[in-house]
Structures are given as C-alpha cells and as structure tokens.
C-alpha cells in the first residue's frame, strides 16, 4: 500500500503539482500563469477557462515551439478531469518548463466550482 501511495504522489510531482481552482485563480492573478487546455477541440468549445490557449494533446509534440516564450511562468494545464495532465507535465518538463502544475480535477472540479467559463 505504501509503495503504491508513493508511487502516485512521485507521478504527481512528475508530471506537475497540482493546484485547485481557487489557487489557480490567485495564480493568474499574481503571477501571470499561462493556461494551457489538453482537451479536444470540441471540449474547448463548449466551455473553456478565459485565456486559456486551446491545445489538444493531440497536437501537443507539433505545437510545443507555441509555449516556448512561457518557459518562465507558471504554466498550467488543464484537462477534463485532471488525469491526462500529468503525461503532458511531463512531456513539458522534460523540455525545460520547470513551473508546469495541473488543474486538480481539470474542468470538471472547475465547473463544480462554480466558477465563469468562456464558450
């Protein structure tokens, strides 16, 4: 049991911490977090956090050279519940983004929340 508890907090920390959506907000707000949304096109569309940069993961290895000049924020992704984030964290990392964090519980925490989406 303790190795698995392990296991998926080192996954975790891999793939970027994760931070709520109240977090995420003051994050925006204070230090002018990039936000990056992993999920399809279609899922984008019917609602999306403001300013956050549509990116598919699908698209992710031919549309990297785009978040570049981000390498210095904090970049957060967001998904649609917060597990494919971490695979992407990780991708990003590997790359030099040493400040990439997820969406904890993606856009379905976000929406449960209550909190305003762009459509």
Not at 63 to 81: A, F, N, T, W
Not at 92 to 102: H, M, P, Q, S, T
């Given at each position: 049991m303790f190795l698995l508890v392990a296991f998926v907090i080192n996954e975790g920390k891999l793939g970027g911490a994760a931070i709520?959506?109240?977090?995420?907000?003051?994050?925006v707000n204070r230090e002018g977090a990039v936000l990056v949304d992993i999920r399809d096109?279609?899922?984008?569309?019917?609602g999306h956090i403001a300013g956050a940069?549509?990116?598919p993961v699908s698209s992710?290895?031919?549309r990297i050279g785009e978040l570049e000049s981000y390498k210095d924020k904090p970049v957060v992704l967001v998904c649609k519940m917060?597990?494919?984030?971490?695979?992407t964290g990780r991708k990003l990392k590997a790359l030099g983004f040493e400040n990439v964090r997820r969406l904890s519980g993606g856009m379905a925490e976000w929406?449960?929340?209550?909190?305003?989406m762009v459509k």
């Amino acid at each position: 049991m303790f190795l698995l508890v392990a296991f998926v907090i080192n996954e975790g920390k891999l793939g970027g911490a994760a931070i709520t959506p109240t977090n995420l907000v003051n994050l925006v707000n204070r230090e002018g977090a990039v936000l990056v949304d992993i999920r399809d096109t279609k899922e984008y569309s019917s609602g999306h956090i403001a300013g956050a940069v549509s990116m598919p993961v699908s698209s992710i290895d031919a549309r990297i050279g785009e978040l570049e000049s981000y390498k210095d924020k904090p970049v957060v992704l967001v998904c649609k519940m917060g597990q494919h984030a971490s695979a992407t964290g990780r991708k990003l990392k590997a790359l030099g983004f040493e400040n990439v964090r997820r969406l904890s519980g993606g856009m379905a925490e976000w929406t449960a929340s209550s909190l305003p989406m762009v459509k």
